[in-house]
C-alpha cells in the first residue's frame, strides 16, 4: 500500500502507459539504490534554455548535459543541442540566452533532442540548479511527444545551497548559480549556454558535496520530479 | 550536436606548456579532461600511491610534501603536477595536500603521453632542465618584443635615409661647402683616392673652426675635418648606435662597411624611432645651465625606461643607457659646480660608486659617490673648495631625485673624499682584515667607476687592490660569505610571505632577492681574477674569457640575470605607465604562468651557483 504512493509505483505506472520508445527505454531502468554513497552514483547534470518559466506555455531551446561519475566529471560525455521552436523567438528573451533564429534553425526537431536526453539521462540522477525548470519541461515534452508523464531522480543544488545558508541569506540572488559559484571559488563562466551552465552546476554539486562533513548517501538529497 | 566546451578550451590555452599546442588540438584535448574538486586540506595524492595522470588546477591552490613530510612547492592555479609519476611510470613520490579548496582538470597518462611524443616543445618543458628551459624563455621573449617594437632593435641600414654624400680629401674647405649647400646637407664625409672614410666636416665644424677661427677657406678640407671618428657598421642596431652616441656626445654616426661609407645617421634620425630619445636627453642634460633644469630632465627618466624596455632592448643594455643619463646628469652638475667655483685647484676625480658606477641603475637611486683626490692635497688649503665642489654637486642630485645616500656613502663625508694614498690604504685594509663593516663596504667600493675628472688617479687606485684582491683566499672567501648573505626567494614559490615589513608583505623583493645575489657572485668572480670588468653582466663574460667559471655556468648565470632583470624592469615600465611611484616588489598576482615558470628557473641557477661559490671559497675558510 505504501508503494502504491511511492516513487517506484508511479514509475511503474508510467511504464505501463508509455509507448514503446526512448521514454519506455527510460523508465525502464530500475530508480537509483537511494542509500547508496553519492561518490558511487551515476549522476547527469543538467541544463535547459527555455522562452520562459512556464512549461505549458513555452518552448525549450537547448539542452546541455554532462556525466558526473565517482565524483568526476567526465568532460568527454559533455552534449549541447539546439532545438528547432515553432513560433519565432521573442526579441527580450534572446538578449538572456542569445540563442537567435538562424542558430535554432540549425537545431534538432524537439522530439530527437528529447531522445537524445531520454538516453543521456537513463540510470543517471538528474543534477539540476532549480531542477523544476528541467523536470518540467521535460515532463511537458514527454507528453506532447510521446501522450505520457515521466518521473526523474532529481538533486537540485539550489535546494542544497538553500539548505546550507542561513535563511536570512537567500535574497539578494545569493543562491543563484553565479553567486553560489563564487562562493566555492569556482571558475564562473562567461558564457551562459545550457553546457556552460550544465557544467557550473556539475562543479557546484563537487564543491558541495566536499563540504559535507561525512561522504552524504544519495538519499540525503534526491527527490523526484515533476 | 556536440559540447563546444569553449571555456575550458580557452583555460587550458593559458596554461604553460600547452600553450605551445595548437588549437584544434587544445579543443580535442579540453573534451577529453575530468574535473574534481577537493575541499582545503584534502589529500590529492598520497605518496606511494598508483597515479597515471597530470593534474592541472584551474581555481586554488595545492601543496606538495616529500615522502618525509618536507614542504616543497606550492602550486597555484594553472599549475601542473603528477608528471613525475607519468614519466617515470612510478607511484607518487610526493604527498600534494589542496592548500585551498580547488577545482582540478585531470588529463589521463595516456594523452600526456601522446602529447609528449607528437610536441617536443611540450615534452621539453617537463623533462628539460631550468637551464634550457629559461633559454627557450628568452629567446621567445626576445622574439615577442621584436613584434611589438622593431625599430629601435633593427639595424640602422633601415633608417639611413640617403646615399653617403662624400668628398675627396684633396677639396678645398670652400669647395666641401659648396658641395653641403648644393646637396643640402649638414655633415660631408671626406673621402680617400680609395673611397676609405678618413673624416667629417659639419655645419658647426666650419662655423667654429673655419670663419670663427679665420681659416682660408682655400685651405684643404683635410686640414679642418675630424679625424677621429666613431663609425657602426650596417648591422649595428639603431639602440647600440643611440648608445655610442650619447657615450661619445656625437650627433653624427658615419655606417661603414669595410671603412666604405655607405650612409649616415644622426641623433633626429634616432629621435624619429622613439618621441622621447635618451640621446635627445643626454643633449639637454649637456645644454642646462642650472640645478632646476637639470632636475626637469630627470624628471623624464622614468618615461625613458618605460619605452626603452618596451622597445625589446635587452635588459642590461636597458640599465647602460638609463646609467648613462645619471652619469651625464652627474657631469654636468660638476662642471656647473666648477664654473661657479673656479678650476679645482688639484686633480681629482669623481667617483660612482654602487648602481651607476657598475652602469646598473634603473630609476632614481640613492647616491652613492666619492672623490678622489690627488696626492697633492693640502687640507688646509684645498679642503674647503672641494667640500663646496661636492655638496654643489651631491644637494643637486638630491634635487634631481637622487637622494641623499643614508649611509652617507657620499663624497661629501669627508671619510669619502680623500687623497689617493688614503684611498689606497682603505683599500689594504678592507682586504687584508675583512671585518663585516668592511665587506659592507665592499659591495659598495669595489663597484667604483671614475666619471669625471683625472681617470688617471682612479686607474692607480683600481691597479692597486684589484692587485690586492686577486687570489687572496682569505679575502675572496669572507667577501664569498658576504655574497651568500642574499638567496633567491625559491620559497616564493611555496609560499608568498617574503617582505616582513608591513607595507610590502606578501611581495617579492626583485632588487634584493633577484637581482642583487647575481651582482654579489660576478663580483667575486672578478675580484677573484683581478678582473677590470664593473657591470655586471661585463664582469659575467669576462668571468667565462678568463674561465673563472665554466662557459656553461657563465651561460646560464647570464640568462638568469637577464631574466629577473627583464622582468624586473618591465615591472617598474607597468608601474609608471599606471602612474605609479616604481619599486622593486612584485605582487604574486602579478605573474604570468610564463613568467612564474621562468623566474623559478633563473632562481634556480642563482641557488645552484651560489652553492657552488660556498664550496669553492668558503670550504677554506671555514677550515
Known amino acids: 500500500m505504501f508503494k502504491f504512493f511511492g516513487a517506484d509505483a508511479k514509475q511503474s505506472r508510467l511504464l505501463k502507459a508509455a509507448p514503446e520508445g526512448p521514454l519506455k527505454n527510460f523508465l525502464g531502468h530500475n530508480l537509483p539504490d537511494k542509500n547508496q554513497l553519492l561518490e558511487d552514483a551515476n549522476l547527469l547534470a543538467v541544463d535547459f534554455e527555455t522562452t520562459g518559466l512556464d512549461s505549458n506555455n513555452d518552448e525549450l531551446l537547448s539542452i546541455g548535459f554532462v556525466q558526473i561519475n565517482n565524483l568526476e566529471i567526465d568532460l568527454s560525455t559533455a552534449a549541447h543541442y539546439l532545438i528547432k521552436t515553432n513560433n519565432d523567438l521573442v526579441e527580450e528573451t534572446v538578449v538572456i540566452h542569445k540563442i537567435t533564429d538562424d542558430q535554432i534553425s540549425t537545431g534538432l526537431a524537439l522530439k530527437d533532442a528529447v531522445a537524445h536526453f531520454l538516453q543521456a539521462l537513463k540510470g543517471r540522477v538528474m543534477v539540476a540548479h532549480h531542477a523544476k525548470i528541467e523536470s518540467g519541461f521535460t515532463q511537458q515534452a514527454c507528453r506532447n511527444i510521446y501522450g505520457c508523464g515521466i518521473i526523474i531522480p532529481v538533486i537540485d543544488t539550489l535546494a542544497i545551497e538553500a539548505s546550507r545558508l542561513p535563511k536570512e541569506q537567500h535574497a539578494n540572488n545569493n543562491l543563484n548559480l553565479n553567486m553560489c559559484c563564487k562562493r566555492y571559488n569556482l571558475p564562473r563562466y562567461r558564457l551562459h549556454d545550457a553546457l556552460s551552465d550544465a557544467l557550473s552546476c556539475a562543479e557546484l554539486l563537487l564543491a558541495q558535496i566536499s563540504h559535507c562533513s561525512t561522504a552524504p548517501r544519495l538519499n540525503r538529497f534526491i527527490g523526484y520530479l515533476p | ?623
Open chain 2, 1 to 623: 550536436m556536440h559540447g563546444e566546451l569553449e571555456e575550458i578550451y580557452e583555460f587550458v590555452r593559458t596554461v604553460r606548456p600547452f600553450d605551445e599546442l595548437a588549437d584544434d588540438e587544445l579543443r580535442k584535448l579540453s573534451k577529453q579532461l575530468t574535473i574534481r574538486y577537493f575541499k582545503r586540506q584534502q589529500k590529492i595524492l598520497k605518496t606511494g600511491q598508483e597515479t597515471d595522470s597530470l593534474f592541472i588546477i584551474r581555481t586554488g591552490a595545492a601543496d606538495i610534501f616529500n615522502a618525509d613530510g618536507n614542504f616543497i612547492i606550492r602550486v597555484n592555479e594553472k599549475g601542473c603536477f603528477g608528471f613525475v609519476s607519468i614519466i617515470n611510470q612510478k607511484p607518487s613520490s610526493s604527498d600534494v595536500i589542496a592548500h585551498e579548496d580547488s577545482l582540478v582538470y585531470i588529463l589521463s597518462g595516456d594523452l600526456f603521453r601522446r602529447l609528449c611524443e607528437q610536441h617536443s616543445d611540450f615534452k621539453d618543458h617537463f623533462v628539460m632542465a631550468e637551464s634550457q628551459r629559461l633559454r627557450k624563455a628568452l629567446s621567445q621573449l626576445r622574439n615577442s618584443h621584436f613584434q611589438f617594437s622593431a625599430r629601435l632593435a633593427a639595424p640602422v641600414t633601415g633608417i639611413i635615409r640617403r646615399e653617403p654624400v662624400m668628398s675627396a680629401d684633396n677639396l678645398s674647405i670652400h669647395q666641401a661647402a659648396a658641395k653641403m649647400a648644393t646637396e643640402n646637407v649638414s655633415t660631408l664625409m671626406i673621402v680617400d683616392a680609395n673611397e676609405n672614410l678618413i673624416g667629417l666636416i659639419t655645419d658647426r665644424d666650419i662655423r667654429n673652426r673655419v670663419v670663427a677661427a679665420n681659416i682660408n677657406i682655400n685651405d684643404p678640407v683635410k686640414s679642418v675635418m675630424t679625424q677621429q671618428l666613431v663609425t657602426i657598421s650596417p648591422d649595428t642596431m639603431a639602440f647600440e648606435a643611440g648608445l655610442l652616441m650619447m657615450r661619445h656626445n656625437v650627433h653624427h654616426l658615419p655606417v661603414v662597411s669595410e671603412n666604405k661609407p655607405i650612409g649616415l645617421i644622426s641623433t633626429t634620425d634616432l629621435l624619429k624611432l622613439s618621441n622621447q630619445s635618451p640621446v635627445y636627453t643626454i643633449s639637454e642634460v649637456a645644454k642646462a645651465t642650472s640645478i632646476s633644469q637639470l632636475s626637469n630632465i630627470s624628471q623624464t627618466i622614468p618615461e625613458i625606461l618605460s619605452q626603452l624596455v618596451n622597445s625589446g632592448l635587452p635588459a642590461y643594455q636597458v640599465g647602460q643607457m638609463v646609467s648613462t643619463l645619471g652619469e651625464n646628469i652627474n657631469i654636468r652638475l660638476l662642471q656647473l659646480a666648477e664654473q661657479k667655483l673656479g678650476s679645482a685647484p688639484i686633480d681629482y676625480c669623481w667617483l660612482a660608486a654602487g648602481s651607476l658606477g657598475r652602469r646598473e641603475q634603473l630609476l632614481h637611486s640613492d647616491q652613492d659617490n666619492a672623490l678622489l683626490l690627488s696626492n697633492d692635497f693640502d687640507k688646509p688649503s684645498h679642503e674647503e673648495y672641494f667640500l663646496l665642489l661636492t655638496r654643489y654637486v651631491s644637494d643637486g642630485l638630491n634635487e634631481c631625485g637622487y637622494v641623499y645616500c643614508p649611509g652617507e656613502v657620499m663624497a661629501t663625508n669627508p671619510k669619502w673624499r680623500q687623497p689617493l694614498n688614503e684611498w689606497k690604504n682603505y683599500f689594504t685594509n678592507w682586504v687584508t682584515k675583512p671585518e663585516p663593516k668592511a665587506l659592507m663596504y665592499c659591495s659598495i667600493f669595489f663597484d667604483m667607476r671614475s666619471i669625471y675628472g683625472n681617470n688617471e688617479l682612479f686607474d692607480n687606485l683600481k691597479a692597486h687592490y684589484l692587485n690586492l684582491a686577486k687570489d687572496n683566499n682569505l679575502f675572496l672567501s669572507h667577501l664569498s660569505v658576504n655574497a651568500l648573505q642574499n638567496t633567491p626567494p625559491l620559497g616564493f614559490f611555496r609560499q608568498f610571505v617574503l617582505v616582513n615589513d608591513k607595507e610590502h608583505k606578501n611581495q617579492l623583493n626583485l632588487k634584493k632577492r633577484g637581482t642583487a645575489p647575481i651582482v654579489d657572485l660576478a663580483r667575486v668572480y672578478a675580484l677573484a681574477d683581478g678582473l677590470n670588468s664593473i657591470n655586471t653582466h661585463n664582469r659575467i663574460l669576462d668571468a667565462k674569457a678568463y674561465a673563472v667559471i665554466s662557459d656553461e655556468a657563465a651561460d646560464n648565470l647570464l640568462d638568469a640575470y637577464e631574466f629577473i632583470n627583464h622582468f624586473r624592469m618591465q615591472h617598474q615600465a607597468n608601474q609608471i605607465s599606471n602612474k605609479l611611484e616604481p619599486d622593486n616588489f612584485a605582487n604574486p598576482d602579478e605573474l604570468s604562468a610564463f613568467e612564474r615558470d621562468h623566474l623559478h628557473d633563473a632562481f634556480k641557477i642563482v641557488a645552484e651557483m651560489q652553492k657552488y661559490l660556498a664550496q669553492r671559497y668558503t670550504a677554506s675558510h671555514m677550515r
